[in-house]
Nanobody
Framework: QLQLVESGGGLVQPGGSLRLSCTAS??????????IGWFRQAPGKEREGVSC???????NSADSVKGRFTISRDNAKSTVYLQMNSLKAEDTAVYYC??????????????????WGQGTQVTVSS
């Protein structure tokens, strides 16, 4: 069974950068035909969509991260990345990746996605 594994989180100062990775694990599985979304959930808040990349490399992002976060994929490595620059305290959350077939929905409703990873903590603090 395909599982997604997130990595790359940590503690960073405001204005700093992190790169998160989402990798498919499980023998023989690839992400080539999937859209992959990054989500985040802060304490006491609902899970929200951050960025998504489709099977055809089309991307969309939440307004709150546009110009700061970049999503990309390397199908040869079955990995999707989230490059996060100019981090702010309000970016602090557990970040998750998830998959769905082919295309990113216009609204990143978490219910459209499956195969959720366990998440990686991102903390932005001085």
């Amino acid at each position: 069974q395909l599982q997604l594994v997130e990595s790359g989180g940590g503690l960073v100062q405001p204005g700093g950068s992190l790169r998160l990775s989402c990798t498919a694990s499980g023998s023989g599985f690839t992400l080539d035909d999937d859209a992959i979304g990054w989500f985040r959930q802060a304490p006491g808040k609902e899970r929200e969509g951050v960025s998504c990349i489709s099977r055809t490399f089309k991307t969309n992002s939440a307004d709150s991260v546009k110009g700061r976060f970049t999503i990309s994929r390397d199908n040869a490595k079955s990995t999707v990345y989230l490059q996060m620059n100019s981090l702010k305290a309000e970016d602090t959350a557990v970040y998750y990746c998830a998959r769905r077939p082919y295309y990113c929905p216009d609204d990143m409703y978490p219910g459209y996605f499956g195969s959720w990873g366990q998440g990686t903590q991102v903390t932005v603090s001085s």
